[in-house]
């Protein structure tokens, strides 16, 4: 929830107008992103979606806050790299995933 509302609030803001308003290629992926981030579904894609819309952002559209964008970006890659919740539509849909360690 702490990255999909972020990016769904700037997608509002781009929707209704507002200060920095338009939206572009990057907030609808990024907006896409949040909305299956805060489903729960297909968590490590969205993570990445996010992490490299924000990048995208960052380095080709002059963001406007870009220590909000890093954050965002480098939440994404946690996410894609952590993987679903216990609570997650991923979860209930394809099980947990687990690693064990075999003593040798």
Do not use: C
């Not at 107008?17 to 990057?26: N, Q």
């Not at 609808?28 to 490299?52: D, K, M, S």
């Amino acid at each position: 929830m702490a990255t999909a509302i972020p990016l769904l609030h700037r997608v509002a803001i781009g929707v209704l107008g507002g200060p920095h308003s338009g939206l572009t290629a990057p907030k609808l992926i990024a907006g896409g992103a949040g909305i299956l981030l805060l489903v729960g579904l297909y968590t490590p894609i969205a993570g990445a979606l996010v992490a490299t819309s924000e990048l995208w952002m960052i380095f080709f559209y002059q963001a406007p806050n870009v220590r909000a964008a890093i954050l965002l970006a480098v939440l994404g890659i946690a996410l894609a790299m952590l993987g679903p919740g216990a609570w997650s539509v991923d979860a209930r849909l394809f099980g947990r995933k687990r690693i064990d360690f075999r003593d040798r």
